[in-house]
């Protein structure tokens, strides 16, 4: 139950982070509770369908469905006023915290499931970061494809975290929460600080 709060958590998150853009003045409701929740949904159906599983997860449980689709309608009526008290900042924070939560407690499950490291680390960014790329080429924005920034690295390393406590017999509660929270602070900083990959490790 608890797992379950966080992740409907994650997905009101993803939703609103999408939905109160200011990039989607002027677009119509069908247009834009679309793109909230495949901002919500997709990288979860992304990583059910590349692990074959026999339901995607918002289809076997459709308390995933209605909460994105609510959490958008929500979004769109009072995106005017979110955007008074200076929205953008909580699209970051929004944001920041569904990549965290998503990330990590995928790759916890999957640990859990006893899938290898490498897999459970790569279904966890895939979940935290494909809803958003979608979103972005919907919305004809820059995707983290197109820049520098440091976007999947926090996801990345986050996870790689809780997978070496997870090893060490660290309690998984524990070792979860400090991921969701070293995830959240780094991306945190790099939206802050405008950190970008240094130029060596930028294709010439």
């Known amino acids: 139950m608890f797992v379950h709060t966080i992740e409907i958590i994650c997905i009101i998150a993803f939703a609103l982070s999408a939905v ?79 990549i965290s939560m998503f990330s990590v407690l995928v790759t916890k499950n999957m640990i859990t499931q006893d899938y290898a490291a490498y897999v459970a680390i790569t279904m966890g960014m895939i979940t935290a970061i494909f809803g958003g790329v979608v979103r972005d080429i919907i919305a004809s924005r820059p995707t983290m494809f197109n820049n520098t920034e440091f976007y999947a690295t926090p996801v990345i390393i986050g996870c790689s975290l809780y997978v070496i406590m997870a090893h060490c017999d660290i309690n998984t509660e524990i070792a979860a929460l400090v991921s969701i929270a070293f995830i959240f602070v780094l991306r945190m900083y790099i939206v802050i600080k405008k950190k970008t990959f240094p130029h060596y490790l930028i294709l010439k």
Request: charged share 20%.
């Open 20 to 98: 109160i853009s200011e990039t989607n003045r002027g677009k119509d409701i069908v247009s834009v509770l679309v793109l909230g929740w495949v901002t919500a949904l997709g990288g979860g159906t992304v990583r059910d369908v590349i692990l074959s599983t026999n339901q995607v997860f918002w289809i076997k449980d459709p308390s995933y469905f209605w909460t994105a689709l609510f959490a958008s309608i929500f979004g769109f009526f009072f995106a005017p006023y979110l955007r008074k008290i200076r929205a953008e900042r909580l699209i970051v924070i929004l944001d920041a915290i569904g």
